[in-house]
């Protein structure tokens, strides 16, 4: 099964790709790896923004983690041709706006973690950092960015 039947059995979309907002590429393809620069949590053109801890939740930080994911997956998907061209998800970052007493940065960032492994089965499981920060671009709720091992 190519992985946009799957995407299809599981009933997502990709969004488009977004545009980079300052001086960078969204993706390096370099020595059979995907470099995905950070994807910030954005739902059908509108971003999701908030603090973890102050006013947001971690459901609510799942899901905004997962629409960085699904952008991760678009901008792939833009540079490969094809997501089939996928050979494993190396490591995702996570990066998650929050308050300093905020420690549930790991739940969140199974919002995307998930997803991959959704997408991938074995080969969309990844090591992975997730950290707090107190603010992120744009004043987004969660930042994903990606390493990913390229078929030839």
Known sequence: MSIDQR?????????????P???YV????????AHVSGQ???ENGQ?????LGDGMDVEAGQKA????GLMVLA?????????DRVERIVKLGVFVNCTPDFTDQPKVGNGASDLMEQVFGEAGR???????APSLPLGVAVEVDAIVAVKA
């Not at 969204?26 to 790896?33: N, T």
């Not at 971003?47 to 603090?51: A, E, N, P, R």
């Not at 901008?75 to 997501?83: I, V």
């Open 75 to 83: 901008q792939l998907k833009a540079a490969l041709g094809s997501l």
């Open 65 to 68: 983690a997962r629409a960085c």
């Open 47 to 51: 971003m999701i923004t908030g603090k």
């Open 26 to 33: 969204p993706v390096v393809v370099a020595g059979g790896f």
């Open 126 to 132: 990844h090591a992975r950092a997730a950290v707090g």
């Open 40 to 42: 910030v949590s954005n």
């Open 7 to 19: 995407l299809a059995e599981l009933g997502i979309t990709l969004p488009q790709p977004a545009a």
């Open 21 to 23: 907002v300052a001086s």
